[in-house]
């Protein structure tokens, strides 16, 4: 009887045993295969604190080729070390004087501003600049100009940073130009500078610079001097300026006209008509607008009147008043650093034939187009915020 019995033990453990080297060898392969599925991760990409690795050399792990698994264990004891908690209870920033878009930022971490000063690739930051110019000019300019431009160029001193806007896509052919890797190129072909200032000379980018030139390609700066011409504007507290033009030069307005009696004027008597208050465009708070200088202030006000789509800024001469107080004391002409309008109608040519018209003829007629369009929205403007506020609106809104 007791055989049997035995016989009956011994199977059973065998079977026992062979269940357990099956289940074994099934979890071996098993975990295999999901070793290999899965690729290697690098944790150098993985957006997690580096204070939670303080034993750990990541580039040496990343070497070593740390598979899923592995990193799984990593973060599991991690996990473990934190108290196994995601979940961030704490504070929240929100800062809501900060720039739109940044509320849940600190403020002290904010830059709000920036500059057009280049930078080296290397070293501190702190010794990058040697100097830090205080004024910005802009040429917009096409290659047929550019023996004008480099003379112009040289009556700015180093306190100015030069930026130049290629309406032709040229830029290349500057490199020659002792000055121009110094200088900023931006190139779009067939826009004009007004079109350029929108986009690139938004005030938060040009508020380091005191004064902001914004000129056109056809200026004769023979007898200019760009720094006397800043300590006169400064002394006679322009916040928008112009030189005055050479008489023999191409005129359209008495008011730019250049005197030799005079170090800057701020009126003029026009044509009979013209000018219904002595203190209004174009006899008085007016410049035109081949050659204006704005002061900081004066810029963050025009660039917000500029409009997005009117690119030749026609009309915008007219507005420029409404950006200084009082306007008939902050706008003027300085005579006393005068420059010639060469009158060289280069940006016509980058017009289109259409209709039988010429490519000249075509850019003309949009820039009166453009100078009506702007009067209306302006009037518009003005129409609109008066019945808001429940005020009577002026006799002119135009002017």
């Known amino acids: 009887m007791g055989t049997p019995m035995k016989r009956s033990s011994n199977s059973r453990r065998r079977n026992d045993t062979m269940r357990l080297f099956v289940t074994t060898f099934i979890g071996v392969v098993f975990g295999f295969f999901l070793g290999v599925t899965f690729p290697t991760i690098s944790l150098s990409k993985l957006p997690l604190p580096t204070n939670l690795f303080p034993s750990l050399d990541l580039p040496d792990i990343e070497k070593?080729?740390?598979?899923?698994?592995?990193?799984?264990?990593?973060?599991?004891s991690l996990k473990r070390r934190g108290g196994g908690s995601h979940k961030n209870d704490g504070p929240k920033i929100w800062v809501p004087s900060n720039p739109r878009g940044a509320e849940r930022l600190p403020p002290d971490i904010?830059?709000?501003?920036s500059d057009l000063y280049t930078r080296r690739l290397w070293g501190l930051p702190s010794e990058d600049l040697i100097i830090k110019p205080r004024y910005l000019v802009t040429?917009?300019?096409?290659?047929?100009?550019?023996?004008?431009?480099?003379?112009?160029?040289?009556?700015?001193?180093?306190?100015?940073?030069i930026m130049l806007f290629h309406y032709d896509g040229r830029t290349t052919e500057w490199d020659d130009l002792e000055w121009s890797a110094r200088a900023i190129h931006v190139s779009t072909p067939k826009q004009t500078k007004w079109w350029y200032a929108k986009r690139f000379l938004h005030p938060d980018i040009v508020a380091p610079y005191d004064y902001i030139f914004i000129w056109d390609e056809d200026l004769?700066?023979?007898?200019?001097?760009?720094?006397e011409y800043i300590k006169l504007v400064k002394k006679h507290g322009l916040d928008i300026s112009q030189p005055g033009l050479e008489p023999s030069s191409g005129l359209t307005w008495q008011m730019t006209k250049g005197r030799n009696d005079t170090e800057v004027h701020k009126e003029t008597e026009e044509r009979p008509g013209w000018c219904s208050d002595p203190h209004l465009p174009p006899c008085a708070a007016f410049v035109e607008i081949m050659a204006p200088v704005f002061s900081r202030e004066a810029w963050r006000c025009v660039w917000h009147m500029i409009q997005n789509d009117l690119v030749h800024g026609w009309g915008l001469d007219f507005a420029l008043r409404r950006c200084v107080e009082p306007a008939h004391e902050k706008i003027g002409v300085v005579d006393a650093q005068w420059i010639v309008h060469q009158t060289v109608p280069s940006l016509g040519s980058q017009g289109k034939a259409e209709n039988g018209k010429a490519p000249w003829e075509g850019v003309r007629e949009r820039c009166r187009r453009e100078w009506t369009m702007f009067q209306d929205r302006m009037a518009t403007a003005e129409m609109a915020y008066y019945k808001a506020m429940g005020i009577d609106p002026p006799n002119s809104t135009t002017n």
Do not use: R
């Open 64 to 76: 070593s080729g740390l598979s899923t698994q592995a990193l799984l264990n990593v973060l599991n």
């Open 220 to 227: 004769g700066l023979g007898n200019f001097d760009a720094e």
């Open 110 to 113: 904010v830059a709000s501003e």
């Open 139 to 161: 040429f917009t300019v096409g290659i047929k100009q550019k023996s004008n431009i480099d003379a112009a160029v040289k009556k700015f001193s180093e306190n100015f940073t």
